[in-house]
C-alpha cells in the first residue's frame, strides 16, 4: 500500500502479462473499498487490474488463514463471473498457497462458478477486507 485511509487506497501491484508469463508488470492502482449485501463492513473494491482496463467491483471470495493469498469474484460482461487471485507482496515470488489453489480448484473451476481470468499478483492488505469466506 502506498497511500490512503477510509475507503480510498492507492497500492502498487503487479500483473503477470499473458504475452510474457512469469514477468510482472507494475503499476499503481487506486482502490476504493464498499460493503455489499449482507455484510457489516468491507468486503469488496473497486479497481483497474491494468491501466489500460476500467474500474470494476470485485468481491472478496475466499482469503487464507495466512492473509497471503485471497481470490476475488467480478461480474463479467456475458453474465459470467472471473475471479483474480492476489497474493502479498512477500509471496508473490513463491508458488501459489495451496488453499488458495484448492479453493479455486474444488470450489470454484468443479462447480462453474468463474474462471480465473488473470492472475493479479500485489500488495495486499487484507484489513480492508471483512475477513469472511463465502463458499
Known sequence: KKSGSGHHFIYTLR???????????AYDA?????????HLQDNAATYKFGPQ??????KLMYINEQ???????EDLSDKEKGCQLVQTELTVDQEIPEECSSVYDEKLRAKKICALRGLLQG???????????HH
Open 15 to 25: 500483473v503477470e502479462l499473458s504475452s510474457a508469463p512469469k514477468q510482472l508488470a
Open 30 to 38: 487506486n482502490f476504493n473499498t464498499s460493503i455489499t449485501t449482507q
Open 53 to 58: 482496463y476500467p474500474a470494476k467491483l470485485r
Open 67 to 73: 492473509k497471503t493469498c485471497a481470490i476475488l469474484v
Open 123 to 133: 500488495p495486499l492488505n487484507p484489513s480492508i477486507f471483512h475477513i469472511r469466506s
